[in-house]
């Protein structure tokens, strides 16, 4: 398996950790009983649950560009310092937008949120 490969795995166990951590807020919050229902008239999640919450959607976002990134790169046969620098530059600035979001730290967030940015963007010039 290739070293992208292996960080689209991790990302994916990344994604799933943020899942947990955002039901387990929303639990703590409104209760099992309402989670477990059909969800009308639950109140907004606040505080920390919900940044996990918002930054578990904001990742499934970015999870699909870099899965189709990584899987066309596999698919093409292309692996070089870009693609695996791209990868990692994507996986760590998004572990690192995970903790910052869920902490409630703004302006390093959106800086996490950019290293990502500049991963998936290596991964792009790296198949054109």
Known sequence: MSS???YLVWTVALTFILVLIAVSGATLQVGLPKLAGNRE?????????????????????????FAVLVLVAQVANVHNAMTLLGAQLFFWGRVAHAVVYVAGIPWVRTAAWGVSVVGLLLLFFALM
């Open 4 to 6: 992208e490969l292996m």
């Open 41 to 65: 008239q639950v109140p907004e999640i606040q505080g920390w649950a919900g940044r996990a919450a918002r930054a578990h959607n904001n990742m499934l976002e970015s999870l699909v560009l």
